[in-house]
């Protein structure tokens, strides 16, 4: 069963064709991921897909299944000003998720004793409440804690996460979301990986993570030169399919190439009276020559950049500390970086990771601790704010602003012109305005800006946001040969395995971990430590009350102070559970209840549940 096709949609801004005439299907149930390079069309070809912008072409045509629920995840959403968190999660047509919806309203308003009475009922008869508990871990594995916030005032990520709450909460049939992973962390890209992988929905996605497209897709479309090419399977399969491909089209190619100079020799002896068998071959030499020009070579970007010399002290920190407040973000760092090292900064949104960079570039002074440079260490800092560029310049003339060359291998120079086409700005593109630029071309306009400069050591701040896998590939191998020192923050797990020879993990109350490894070798070790605590901890649980306590040796990383912590708050949460489970029976039969009565009960269920909320996450922190 078809659930989403479009049948010969186009469209073209001015002389700029983003495609033209695609067609594609989304069958029920497939995973289909939508690749390309920045500034091909992808998330105007999603905007099509859902409804959202108008196809163009006569006859073209977007259909949605009538039994699909759709959904569009977009890069920015956008709730309007006035919209708080509990109208954006909760603004459903899933009669279900409604009833949530007022029930949570009815716990807030413990003046309205009547509402609180009606929801519980509607909650009870539609037998919701297992999709209240669902709700409240989706909201909870995304760091949804305010309902009453304004979502105008939210950053960016926190807007992102409130638009994949609600979809997640209102189980469509059919979803449609362009770059899901971005600002997300690592722990909340995983459980949405996992979430995507369990369930049966149809989905058409736009992502650069190819972990993702991995393990969640079984069918690649890619959009090329207005084109669609469709491969079946996951990442790897369309490597090895898109491969085969270019090898064809080269083969195709240079034939095409052959006949074409025997053409033209052919043309350029022909005499000036020329009958209609000559017209016709002359013809076919210019359609030729059209399919000829029409192929375009996938360039590898190469640039052995001369890095200044660096010397023998290169970046180090010494025992640094930074707190706001009661809160530690860093506690106690200190490590020296020798030449050629590629480390990789891993931990939770607002762990501190932007802290430490500011830290280690002088930008922010460690309340302890000292960090000091090399003479010849000279930083190249690619910030997700300092994307300032100056929309009204030219491409070419950004970068010229910076330098007119930079120093190569052997001697050689490389101007700005010639390092903009071999980051994929070719010689018309670079006398667009930037104003005119999508937002990965932005980006990586901003991050040639910063190797332009001639570093000898890289700080980036998440570089892989909104980049095109194409780029991705190149700034990968661009950065395994750079000759200075690199130190990035990510939550692209493809491109830490890929650059970081190890990592500085963030753990609880600031403390970081140097982990000498890859990253998935890291989350594996991880995961088989968090299942033998819990299971000690289920051990532990299961021991009759009677018995003779046993004398435990300490686990390895989790002391003492910590179990006993876990073991009270898991006796508080069965106390706090056991007053909800009593409450709840009353309002089950509320005969001879009065609205006061109801009122009272309404105010201490709602204090209940912020309570058990509370233990829940102060449980979810020790043991995780």
Same mark, same amino acid.
């Given at each position: 069963?078809?659930?989403?096709?479009?049948?010969?949609?186009?469209?073209?801004?001015?002389?700029?064709?983003?495609?033209?005439?695609?067609?594609?299907?989304?069958?029920?149930?497939? $995973?289909?991921?939508?690749?390309?390079?920045?500034?091909?069309?992808?998330?105007?070809? %999603?905007?099509?897909?859902?409804?959202?912008?108008?196809?163009?072409?006569?006859?073209?045509?977007?259909? !949605?299944?009538? +039994?699909?629920?759709?959904?569009?995840?977009?890069?920015?959403? +956008?709730?309007?000003?006035?919209?708080?968190?509990?109208?954006?999660?909760?603004?459903?047509?899933?009669?279900?998720?409604?009833?949530?919806?007022?029930?949570?309203?009815?716990? *807030?308003?413990?003046?309205?004793?009547?509402?609180?009475?009606?929801?519980?009922?509607?909650?009870?008869?539609?037998?919701?409440?297992?999709?209240?508990?669902?709700?409240?871990?989706?909201?909870?594995?995304?760091?949804?804690?305010?309902?009453?916030?304004?979502?105008?005032?939210?950053?960016?990520?926190?807007?992102?996460?409130?638009?994949?709450?609600?979809?997640?909460?209102?189980?469509?049939?059919?979803?449609?979301? +362009?770059?899901?992973?971005?600002?997300?962390? %690592?722990?909340?890209?995983?459980?949405?990986?996992?979430?995507?992988?369990? @369930?049966?929905?149809?989905?058409?996605?736009?992502?650069?993570?190819?972990?993702?497209?991995?393990?969640?897709?079984?069918?690649?479309?890619?959009?090329?030169?207005?084109? !669609?090419?469709?491969?079946?399977?996951?990442?790897?399969?369309?490597?090895?399919?898109?491969?085969?491909?270019?090898?064809?089209?080269?083969?195709?190619?240079?034939?095409?190439?052959?006949?074409? $100079?025997?053409?033209?020799?052919?043309?350029?002896?022909?005499? *000036?009276?020329?009958? @209609?068998?000559?017209?016709?071959?002359?013809?076919?030499?210019?359609?030729?020559?059209?399919?000829?020009?029409?192929?375009?070579?996938?360039?590898?970007? @190469?640039?052995?950049?001369?890095?200044?010399? %660096?010397?023998?002290?290169?970046?180090?920190?010494?025992?640094?500390?930074? *707190?706001?407040?009661?809160?530690?973000?860093?506690?106690?760092?200190?490590?020296?970086?020798?030449?050629?090292?590629?480390?990789? =900064?891993?931990?939770?949104?607002?762990?501190?990771?932007? @802290?430490?960079?500011?830290?280690?570039?002088?930008?922010?002074?460690?309340?302890?601790?000292?960090?000091?440079?090399?003479?010849?260490?000279?930083?190249?800092?690619?910030?997700?704010?300092?994307?300032?560029?100056?929309?009204?310049?030219?491409?070419?003339?950004?970068?010229?602003?910076?330098?007119?060359? =930079?120093?190569?291998?052997?001697?050689?120079?490389?101007?700005?012109?010639?390092?903009?086409?071999?980051?994929?700005?070719?010689?018309?593109?670079?006398?667009?305005?930037?104003?005119?630029?999508?937002?990965?071309?932005?980006?990586?306009?901003?991050?040639?800006?910063?190797?332009?400069?001639?570093?000898?050591?890289?700080?980036?701040?998440?570089?892989?946001?909104?980049?095109?896998?194409?780029?991705?590939?190149?700034?990968?191998?661009?950065?395994?040969?750079?000759?200075?020192?690199?130190?990035?923050?990510?939550?692209?797990?493809?491109?830490?395995?890929?650059?970081?020879?190890?990592?500085?993990?963030?753990?609880?109350?600031?403390?970081?971990?140097?982990?000498?490894?890859?990253?998935?070798?890291?989350?594996?070790?991880?995961?088989?430590?968090?299942?033998?605590?819990?299971?000690?901890?289920?051990?532990?649980?299961?021991?009759?009350?009677?018995?003779?306590?046993?004398?435990?040796?300490?686990?390895?990383?989790?002391?003492?102070?910590?179990?006993?912590? !876990?073991?009270?708050?898991?006796?508080?949460?069965?106390?706090?559970?056991?007053?909800? *489970?009593?409450?709840?029976?009353?309002?089950?039969?509320?005969?001879?209840?009065?609205?006061?009565? !109801?009122? +009272?009960?309404?105010?201490?269920?709602?204090?209940?549940?912020?309570? =058990?909320?509370?233990?829940?996450?102060?449980?979810?922190?020790?043991?995780?």
């Amino acid at each position: 069963m078809v659930y989403l096709e479009l049948t010969d949609v186009s469209k073209i801004y001015g002389e700029k064709v983003l495609f033209d005439r695609v067609s594609l299907q989304v069958a029920r149930n497939t $995973k289909v991921a939508l690749v390309a390079k920045n500034g091909t069309g992808k998330s105007t070809l %999603l905007r099509v897909a859902a409804g959202i912008d108008l196809p163009e072409g006569l006859g073209s045509e977007v259909y !949605i299944h009538k +039994d699909a629920r759709m959904a569009y995840l977009p890069q920015e959403p +956008d709730f309007g000003k006035d919209a708080t968190v509990m109208d954006a999660v909760f603004n459903s047509d899933n009669e279900m998720v409604r009833a949530v919806r007022d029930y949570e309203e009815a716990l *807030s308003r413990t003046d309205q004793p009547e509402k609180l009475q009606n929801a519980l009922t509607r909650m009870d008869r539609l037998q919701a409440w297992d999709i209240e508990a669902r709700i409240k871990e989706v909201l909870f594995k995304l760091n949804i804690e305010r309902f009453d916030q304004k979502v105008s005032t939210l950053s960016g990520g926190q807007r992102k996460r409130v638009a994949l709450a609600k979809l997640i909460i209102d189980e469509p049939d059919l979803i449609i979301m +362009d770059e899901p992973t971005n600002h997300l962390d %690592l722990d909340m890209i995983e459980w949405l990986e996992e979430w995507l992988q369990s @369930t049966n929905l149809t989905l058409l996605m736009v992502t650069h993570d190819r972990y993702f497209l991995e393990r969640v897709c079984n069918r690649i479309i890619e959009l090329d030169g207005g084109n !669609i090419y469709h491969y079946t399977g996951n990442y790897s399969d369309f490597l090895e399919k898109k491969s085969i491909r270019e090898e064809t089209s080269a083969a195709e190619l240079d034939k095409d190439k052959k006949r074409m $100079k025997k053409e033209l020799e052919w043309v350029r002896r022909m005499p *000036s009276g020329r009958g @209609t068998k000559a017209k016709s071959r002359i013809k076919d030499f210019h359609e030729l020559k059209n399919k000829v020009s029409g192929h375009r070579s996938e360039d590898e970007l @190469t640039i052995e950049i001369k890095g200044q010399r %660096l010397g023998g002290k290169i970046l180090e920190a010494h025992n640094i500390g930074k *707190s706001y407040g009661d809160r530690t973000l860093v506690k106690g760092f200190s490590y020296k970086f020798q030449k050629g090292e590629r480390a990789g =900064i891993v931990g939770r949104n607002g762990a501190g990771k932007s @802290t430490l960079l500011h830290m280690l570039t002088k930008e922010l002074e460690p309340d302890t601790g000292k960090v000091v440079h090399g003479v010849n260490t000279h930083f190249g800092y690619y910030t997700q704010d300092g994307i300032n560029l100056d929309k009204d310049k030219r491409v070419i003339e950004a970068i010229r602003e910076i330098a007119e060359f =930079i120093p190569l291998e052997k001697g050689q120079k490389l101007t700005a012109r010639g390092l903009l086409n071999r980051f994929m700005f070719p010689d018309k593109q670079q006398q667009v305005y930037i104003s005119q630029l999508s937002g990965g071309e932005r980006r990586r306009l901003y991050l040639l800006t910063i190797l332009m400069k001639n570093p000898n050591f890289l700080i980036l701040d998440e570089p892989t946001n909104d980049l095109d896998i194409m780029t991705l590939n190149i700034l990968e191998d661009f950065l395994i040969d750079f000759p200075g020192c690199v130190l990035i923050v990510s939550h692209d797990r493809f491109f830490l395995d890929k650059i970081c020879q190890h990592l500085f993990i963030f753990e609880e109350d600031g403390n970081l971990r140097d982990w000498n490894g890859l990253y998935t070798e890291y989350r594996a070790t991880r995961k088989e430590e968090l299942a033998a605590e819990k299971a000690a901890l289920a051990e532990k649980a299961s021991t009759a009350p009677a018995a003779a306590p046993k004398k435990e040796e300490p686990q390895e990383h989790m002391s003492q102070e910590t179990r006993k912590a !876990i073991r009270r708050i898991e006796g508080q949460l069965k106390k706090l559970e056991e007053a909800k *489970s009593k409450i709840n029976k009353i309002f089950l039969d509320p005969t001879g209840l009065n609205p006061d009565k !109801i009122a +009272d009960l309404g105010r201490e269920l709602n204090e209940l549940n912020e309570q =058990i909320e509370e233990k829940e996450m102060e449980w979810m922190e020790l043991v995780g």
